[in-house]
């Protein structure tokens, strides 16, 4: 079957539009996908003090249930202090994407809160890389669509504990400084 040249110009321009993904699909098929492009200068830090106001505040602001971040243990502590982990005076996740991409693990899969698991460690993931000064490009345009943080969230969600090294990769490539 012989394209014509518009149907041609259109293959080229959604091609050329979405490589990036459909190079990260590619890698993630052939389990070859790395951590690049990141940011290593950080500008904020989360604490848990901080953390808990901003989910209150969230809480305030959707009108969530008295249930809602509301710690069930102390897991919620745990999952702050991972992405700060070190090993011989080296961070166990060097870069703002990488730290980024493990609390929106660690919150979803400690599922430390009665209720709003899922909401809190979006929440917490945008607002981290918004105070890193990574969550808008340039232009100001979202680094993040709404639509894929859901599908992340999502996904996070559903995966196994041993896919843990490749969701972090995906959520890595997804806010990198190439997409």
Same mark, same amino acid.
């Given at each position: 079957? &012989? ?18 993904? /459909? ?35 969230? *809480? ?19 999952? /702050? ?37 899922? *909401? ?10 918004? &105070? ?10 979202? *680094? ?9 969230? /999502? ?13 972090? &990769? ?7 400084? *190439?997409?």
């Amino acid at each position: 079957m &012989k394209l014509t040249t518009d149907e041609t110009n259109d293959i080229l321009k959604v091609v050329t539009d979405y490589t990036y993904a /459909l190079d990260v699909l590619d890698k993630y098929d052939h389990q070859v996908l790395e951590i690049e492009d990141t940011t290593a200068e950080e500008f904020f830090q989360i604490t848990y003090d901080e953390a808990m106001k901003a989910i209150q505040g969230l *809480r305030d602001k959707f009108g969530g249930s008295a249930l809602f971040g509301n710690e069930k243990d102390e897991s919620f502590q745990g999952s /702050l202090a991972a992405i700060y982990q070190t090993f011989n005076g080296q961070f166990l996740y060097p870069s703002i994407e990488e730290k980024a991409a493990n609390l929106l693990y660690f919150v979803i899969k400690n599922h430390s809160f009665s209720d709003g698991n899922k *909401r809190i460690a979006a929440f917490l993931f945008v607002w981290f890389l918004y &105070k890193n000064h990574i969550l808008y490009n340039a232009d100001g345009s979202k *680094r993040i669509a709404d639509n894929a943080l859901v599908a992340i969230a /999502l996904m996070i969600a559903e995966s196994k504990p041993d896919e843990k090294d490749m969701m972090i &990769k995906v959520v890595v490539s997804l806010i990198n400084s *190439r997409n």
